[in-house]
């Protein structure tokens, strides 16, 4: 029997422009983090089992505050991503203390999950319709689906801070809602009444990856490869903070025309905590929709 999709989730990142560990932080009165929400809105559209991506270290209390709450309504696991976690016969210099990146953060799932799988950021709300959307691609998808992947593709309008600026992947499509390529911009803000990226304007409309992926196992060979690749070249003009990014390897991937990638497009407002300021934001956006019934006041049954 083909098993169903799964969620997993990166939160092993450090929080450098935020100022702590927000994957942890709280974002309304009842101790729920984005984490929450992610996963709620998971199950609402059918995932029954989630994969926490960590850091060991911190395993006590992602336990404590978030998979203990969880576990009587969805299947929780944690997976490590280690610094140290690496193809033999690779090391690192001992300084290196960054992740290496969400392609290795990815890579570190090898041994756990053997279904499709969709993966997202810890510190990023999608809403319910994007988990719908992409499991129900992966659901109706054949058991021999080698390849066939899938990614949210969200209004570029509906992803931006108030507070500065932010990293989008920018996608091109093709005529039939596959993605052609993914150019990867750290510096888009709203400047003038405009969208920016340095001196170039963008469209509002403008299709962007959120780092909500979908995958099938086939995935993990070919990350190994561009791990490989990523350690014997490109870490080595940076290699106290050069990482494995999942969007550039993917694109890798589209120009050797191994994968395809089908864009489902999704609505919703993408809130996020890239700065400490954007913090007050979510928190009024997320009351909205508890005053609204699009969430409980408790997400979870034991709290």
């Known amino acids: 029997m083909k098993k169903n999709p799964v969620l997993v989730i990166m939160a092993a990142g450090l929080g450098s422009r935020y100022g702590g560990l ?14 929450d929400y992610a996963v709620f809105d998971a199950k609402r ?7 926490f991506i960590i850091r060991e270290e911190n395993h006590d209390d992602f336990h404590e505050l978030i998979g203990k709450r ?7 696991n944690y997976i490590y991503q280690s610094i140290h976690a690496l193809p033999e016969g690779f090391a690192l210099p001992e300084e290196r203390k960054k992740p290496l990146g969400t392609g290795h953060a990815v890579w570190c799932c090898r041994e756990k999950i053997d279904t499709s799988f969709i993966v997202i950021n810890a510190d990023d709300y ?30 570029l309008e509906r992803t931006l801070s108030e507070h500065g600026t932010v990293a989008r992947g920018i996608c091109r499509l093709d005529a039939d809602d596959y993605l052609l390529s993914v150019d990867e911009q750290t510096a888009i803000e709203k400047k003038g009444g405009h969208i920016c990226c340095g001196e170039t304007v963008l469209e509002p409309d403008t299709v962007v990856s959120m780092n909500m992926w979908g995958f099938t196992p086939d995935i993990f060979a070919m990350l190994d490869e561009g791990l490989r690749r990523f350690l014997t070249s490109e870490l080595l003009s940076n290699p106290q903070k050069g990482e494995y990014y999942l969007p550039m390897e993917i694109g890798r991937m589209l120009d ?17 905590v890239t700065y400490q300021e954007d913090k007050p934001l979510v928190q009024a956006a997320l009351s909205r929709k508890r005053d609204a019934g699009v969430y409980p006041g408790q997400l979870w049954n034991q709290e």
Do not use: C
């Not at 559209?45 to 994969?51: D, P």
């Not at 319709?129 to 129900?136: E, G």
């Not at 050797?256 to 996020?272: C, I, N």
């Open 22 to 35: 927000k994957q942890l932080d709280a974002m309304d009165e009842n101790g729920h983090r984005l984490i």
């Open 45 to 51: 559209a059918g995932f029954e089992t989630v994969f």
């Open 70 to 76: 969880m576990a009587s309504s969805i299947d929780v």
């Open 126 to 155: 999608y809403g319910v319709s994007a988990y719908a959307r992409m499991y129900d691609y992966f659901k109706q998808l054949p058991e021999d689906g080698r390849g066939a992947y899938a990614m949210a593709g969200f209004r």
């Open 256 to 272: 050797e025309k191994r994968v395809r990638v089908r864009v489902l497009p999704v609505s919703e407002q993408w809130y996020g």
